[in-house]
């Protein structure tokens, strides 16, 4: 059964980074894609980038270019996604979410919250 | 602003047939699959169609989706109450993953 388990809620200041893990089970990290996507309150959803492991590359969305870093621990099957220079806008439920073999977006991690505020 | 198109809010009452479309262009969906994920209130997003009209396991089959062109849709038959959610289409364009705005079903 695959499952991913995501840390809990985070307040953060202006300019601060947070780092948010996506632990998977049911599977290896390494063999399917990673996606990561974001939520702001009321609002749709928003991809932020994937790390493809066929590849060993790493896609970072356009608008999160020089904020963002995705990486991976295999040795604890767990996925990270770091997010510098928050801004008030960041405020968002940061979701961690697989592929299954070719099923885009199959399984998702239950969300995290996100709070950016002075 | 979303490259993909939905409707913002769409509406049947129980027993009915909905449609949701999501147009696009020849980047994404005129070239790639659409998938459509199905959003509960405070719940994460559910692979509801994949590659644009099989159904995951354990969807029921009252949800079909299909594609023309760089235009797909979600058909709903059957409304139900807890049909009523955020419906979302996907699709990839240029090694990117888009997301359209959104569609909220209000089940009258």
């Known amino acids: 059964q695959v499952q991913l388990v995501q840390s809990g809620a985070e307040v953060k200041k202006p300019g601060a980074a947070v780092k948010v893990s996506c632990k998977v089970s049911g599977y290896t990290l390494t063999t399917l894609s990673l996606h990561w996507v974001r939520q702001a309150p009321g609002k749709g959803l928003e991809w932020m980038g994937n790390f493809d492991p066929e590849d060993d590359e790493t896609i970072y969305a356009q608008k999160f270019q020089g904020r963002v870093t995705m990486t991976v621990d295999t040795s604890t099957a767990t996925a990270y996604m770091e997010l510098s220079s928050l801004k008030s806008e960041d405020t968002a439920v940061y979701y961690c979410?697989?592929?299954?073999?070719?099923?885009?977006?199959?399984?998702w991690g239950q969300g995290t919250l996100i709070t950016v505020s002075s | 602003q979303s490259v993909l198109t939905q409707p913002p809010s769409a509406s049947g009452t129980p027993g009915q047939r909905v449609v949701i479309s999501c147009s696009g262009s020849s980047s994404n969906i005129g070239s790639n699959a659409v998938h459509w994920y199905q959003q509960l209130p405070g719940a994460a997003p559910k692979l509801l169609i994949q590659k644009n009209n099989q159904r995951p396991s354990g969807v029921p089959d009252r949800f079909s989706g299909s594609k023309s062109g760089t235009s797909a849709s979600l058909a709903i038959s059957g409304l139900q109450s807890e049909d009523e959610a955020e419906y979302y289409c996907?699709?990839?364009?240029?090694?990117?993953?888009?997301f359209g705005g959104g569609t909220k079903l209000t089940v009258l």
């Open positions: 979410a697989t592929e299954w073999f070719g099923e885009l977006c199959a399984y």
């Open positions: 996907a699709s990839w364009d240029d090694s990117h993953v888009i």
